[in-house]
């Protein structure tokens, strides 16, 4: 039987490495209509366990679940201007149906801020009203003109976290932790070293008063933005007259944030940890974290079955993702080579022998085969996953440390980015911010900064530093009192 297939070498096409494997992995495929995917069930396994963990951290922080409406009116998204104008180029507008034309187009939802808003007009009289902490998992449509599998897709899966708040304090209480639970995620679950911190004024939200993100660097040097919480301030508010009496019986408009996160964050783990082998998924968000490859003849093959079944039930007691690879019509060879495309953190081989001797072959997916006796698994194999989750972080960690450079003059600044993410100062002109862009390709990721009373704290020492300089492309004076990270993106 021939072998599984692998991806295109990353050193070779690392775009390619990537869509193939997707492909090969069976996370997705291409659907019909141009920038749409089909998840498969796989991917959706890994999509569905990060929306356990994030659904479950959003309610341990008072949200609630809701849910609102795909088609919007054309008028709700024109009443922000600066919103509108952020997502006009990217709206599908809907202007038929029923077999005639509408009275109004409906926009078919790009996000929701428009829509809650005015459904918050309704609902909030009194500040007993508040605060609403409401989330939505929903899909949302984007027209992108140049389209990736999980990256930018013309349709893709989020979820968008809405508040509403009677002061501004509470509202930018609630932007930094929600960026703090991003930052958790990210980093528990994930294994992703993400950077923590502020966008600038152009890079912002439409809409937004300030935006808050989370940056990571891929394999091939580039940076992903992988979660962002905005503080909207009364912006939306005033749009939509979110008014409530307050306790001093003062009419007074409310204080908005919004936030989210998509399956983007599953084209973050692919390029972050995977190999030329394919996936390498994070142990606590893998679909499966164990799988079991029972090794036998015709003769043998009961007596292992029947080992690895008792085996694959006394690691699922354990509480592990386990999967017996029972399947007659591939070699154990052919299973070994699936499993290692599909990520899968760890295998036990399990032959007669092993039988015999009451013990199994172990290898994490990006480690060494070692024996190991049977009735240690189950206490063994959690460990090693906690330990995998942590090898996997630091091995991501020290690619982005090696891969970033902190520069204090332009060519050495075009250097760094063309490579990964360059540290320097900026003047937080616009204008210098746009050249930068055309001139490098490359766009102010992240200010980093740190929010230490929700957890947000930056992992590299050269994050954390403060200072005044000057651009590092016009030599004005530097704005934020430090260094902005600055790299080519996804």
């Known amino acids: 039987m021939a072998k599984v297939k692998g991806p295109t070498p990353q050193s070779q096409d690392f775009s390619q490495w990537y869509l193939d494997t997707i492909q090969l992995a069976e996370l997705a495929d291409y659907a019909p209509v141009r920038g749409t995917i089909v998840v498969r069930p796989y991917g959706y396994a890994l999509w569905e366990n990060i929306q356990r963990v994030l659904d479950g951290m959003f309610k341990e922080t008072g949200h609630q679940n809701a849910y609102f409406p795909l088609f919007i009116p054309m008028s709700f998204l024109q009443k922000e201007a600066e919103h509108v104008e952020g997502f006009s180029p990217e709206l599908a507008v809907v202007t038929h149906a029923g077999g005639e034309e509408l009275e109004e187009p409906l926009a078919v939802r790009p996000t929701s801020e428009t829509i809650i808003g005015y459904m918050w007009s309704r609902w909030i009289r009194s500040w007993r009203d508040l605060p609403q902490l409401l989330n939505q998992w929903n899909n949302v449509v984007r027209w992108e003109m140049r389209t990736r599998p999980f990256l930018r897709t013309s349709e893709f899966l989020w979820q968008e976290g809405h508040t509403a708040h009677a002061t501004r304090e509470e509202a930018e209480e609630e932007t930094a932790r929600m960026l703090g639970v991003y930052l958790k995620f990210a980093r528990e679950y994930a294994a992703l070293p993400v950077i923590p911190g502020r966008k600038t004024e152009r890079e ?287």
């Open 204 to 490: 912002k939200f439409a809409g937004a008063v300030y935006t808050t993100t989370i940056e990571g660097m891929m394999k091939d040097g580039r940076a992903l933005q992988s979660a962002t919480s905005h503080f909207l301030g009364q912006n939306f508010a005033r749009a939509f007259e979110i008014t409530f009496q307050d306790r001093d019986l003062q009419e007074k408009y409310v204080w908005t944030t919004s936030w989210g996160l998509s399956w983007r964050i599953i084209g973050g783990i692919i390029m972050t940890h995977g190999d030329d082998q394919g996936l390498v998924l994070p142990p606590k968000l893998a679909p499966i974290q164990v799988v079991i490859v029972p090794i036998y003849k015709a003769e043998s093959k009961e007596r292992v079955l029947s080992a690895a079944k008792t085996l694959e039930a006394e690691l699922a007691a354990a509480g592990l993702r386990v999967l017996t690879d029972d399947r007659d019509q591939y070699t154990p060879g052919y299973k070994f080579h699936d499993w290692e495309l599909r990520g899968v953190p760890y295998r036990v081989e399990l032959g007669p022998r092993d039988v015999e001797a009451n013990a199994a072959v172990i290898k994490s997916r990006i480690g060494e085969k070692e024996t190991v006796a049977l009735g240690e698994l189950k206490n063994l194999l959690p460990e090693r996953l906690e330990a995998l989750h942590d090898a996997l972080f630091a091995r991501a960690l020290e690619f982005r440390k090696a891969h970033t450079r902190v520069v204090d003059d332009y060519e050495a600044f075009k250097e760094a980015v063309a490579e990964g993410f360059a540290l320097a100062y900026h003047c937080g002109d616009a204008a210098c911010e746009k050249a930068i862009q055309e001139e490098t390709k490359a766009t102010a990721r992240v200010i980093p900064l740190e929010f230490p009373e929700h957890g947000v704290l930056q992992d590299d020492e050269a994050l954390r530093e403060t200072g005044e300089g000057v651009c590092v492309r016009c030599g004005r004076p530097a704005a934020y009192g430090r260094r902005v990270v600055f790299a080519r993106a996804y």
